[in-house]
């Protein structure tokens, strides 16, 4: 690259900061070093806990004196927001890589841009790792309550993975103001009075007290809240892993909850279906005591129910998750533009929606204002298997050899549990009355992507429809 002077300085320096997340003391000896011309090869930094990091490091660890003319150097304003979290990682190569970028800035200031570039990326991929440790902390640490002279005083124990500690102070203090506590690391201690925060040394986990009175409540409030039907355990992993269970008094529950979860699941849906009374002989009954369905929540937010339509004696039963605005509307299922775009691929698959009968999992339509706009929102899982007694009915009187359902909340109200769509769909299950049910994206789904996802996923739901399109030929033949 090209220097700011003409003459590089070959010197080697030490740089020492006072602390591992000295952002600032970084800063102004990286500017010093930037004017005075020296190169990244010739600088080693150090901080208090990466001290040992290179044992034959050699250099003055006095800074260099820069010329008086030389230029300030110059940095993007994106640089400057990944180094400040770049600063906190732990990783004690951490200064060296910031010092790198910040002197290839000099001669490439457009040098963020390049995503390919491997410093750039390194930088990123730090940055992205000290973002989900401060969510980690966040999101994990659990106060005890002792008792003290003065009082009532909260202590927590948590075990971050980088140099976090400093940087998430503000948080706790204004999220916890009225509250006296003690957050207790390997890496440090705050100490918060109500008034002033304070630093300390390291702690280690016996400094921490190993439970109170109010965890049994908060173990019961945890069990209360588990919702099986909404169970995905590579999720939760992901987003809470084994390492932060320890400091969790709610963790304990976790393997028994989810041992029970489909136990728990299937409770929940047998629950929902419930004995509305005599079963409808009729599609047309059906529809006349749709009108006065008030059995769930969304059956009293005064739209009117939307029942299906279609042949009586379809081969096909294609089901959506719930009527929209345009249908509640117009009484009518998918007549909106998620209607218009599956009747265009329903053509090219060479399936005629008028020889199927096409209904929905739930029959009113739940939304919320946004102005003088309703905008959709999702059924729950016990919303779902309410409803689930009028698709049944729906079906025994159709008794089509296919069942086409649209989105997760289709398949489960066929299904009677949550499955993943995009694991499931493209092949045949096996309903209880025999009939074929098919799995695929709603097309409200399709109409909410851009670009190359939206053709990457119409390319999908096209060859779904086509295998069922296929399928229907053979059985009915």
């Not at 080693?44 to 800074?63: I, K, M, N, Y």
């Amino acid at each position: 690259m090209k220097p700011l002077h003409d003459t590089l300085v070959t010197e080697a320096f030490r740089i020492e900061l006072s602390a591992p997340d000295d952002f600032e003391g970084w800063r102004d000896a990286a500017r010093r070093m930037i004017c005075a011309n020296v190169p990244p090869d010739r600088v080693t930094w150090e901080s208090p806990v990466d001290q040992c990091a290179d044992l034959f490091a050699q250099g003055d660890r006095r800074l260099p004196e820069p010329p008086a003319d030389a230029p300030q150097p110059h940095a993007s304003r994106d640089f400057l927001q990944l180094a400040h979290s770049v600063i906190l990682h732990s990783d004690s190569a951490r200064f060296s890589v910031l010092y790198r970028m910040l002197w290839r800035l000099q001669s490439r200031p457009r040098l963020m841009e390049d995503k390919a570039d491997s410093d750039v990326r390194q930088i990123e991929d730090l940055a992205r790792q000290v973002r989900r440790d401060t969510h980690k902390m966040r999101a994990f640490v659990r106060f005890r309550v002792v008792e003290n002279e003065a009082g009532e005083h909260y202590v927590a124990w948590f075990e971050p993975e980088h140099h976090i500690l400093r940087a998430n102070a503000g948080f706790f203090t204004r999220r916890f103001t009225a509250m006296r506590w003690t957050i207790l690391t390997p890496r440090g201690t705050l100490y918060w009075d109500g008034e002033v925060l304070r630093e300390g040394p390291p702690a280690t986990r016996a400094d921490a007290p190993s439970g109170d009175l109010v965890e049994a409540l908060w173990r019961g409030y945890y069990a209360s809240i588990f919702n099986p039907a909404r169970l995905k355990v590579g999720a939760m992993l992901k987003e809470m892993p084994r390492k932060y269970w320890k400091n969790m008094p709610e963790a304990s529950l976790i393997p028994g909850l989810i041992a029970g979860a489909q136990a728990r699941e299937a409770k929940m849906v047998k629950a929902g279906e419930q004995d509305f009374g005599e079963l409808p002989q009729s599609l047309d009954a059906i529809g006349g005591a749709l009108l006065a369905c008030r059995r769930c929540q969304i059956g009293c937010n005064g739209t009117r129910a939307v029942m299906g339509e279609g042949p009586k004696s379809a081969p096909l039963m294609i089901v959506g998750e719930q009527p929209g605005d345009t249908e509640e509307a117009e009484g009518r299922p998918f007549v909106g533009p998620a209607g218009q775009l599956l009747r265009t691929h329903l053509e090219a698959a060479n399936i005629s929606i008028d020889q199927a009968y096409v209904t929905n999992a739930v029959k009113h339509f739940k939304f919320v204002m946004q102005g003088k706009r309703r905008l959709h929102q999702n059924p729950t899982a016990g919303e779902i298997d309410t409803c689930r007694w009028w698709l049944e009915n729906e079906r025994a009187l159709i008794k089509p050899r296919v069942v086409l359902a649209l989105g997760a909340s289709a398949a489960r109200s066929l299904l009677g549990k949550t499955v993943s769509v995009q694991k499931v769909r493209g092949e045949p299950q096996l309903l209880d009355d025999g009939s074929e049910l098919w799995i695929t994206t709603h097309p409200s789904y399709l109409l909410r992507l851009q670009d190359h996802a939206q053709a990457e996923q119409e390319v999908k739901f096209a060859n779904d429809l086509r295998k069922v399109s296929a399928r229907l030929r053979e059985l009915t033949v």
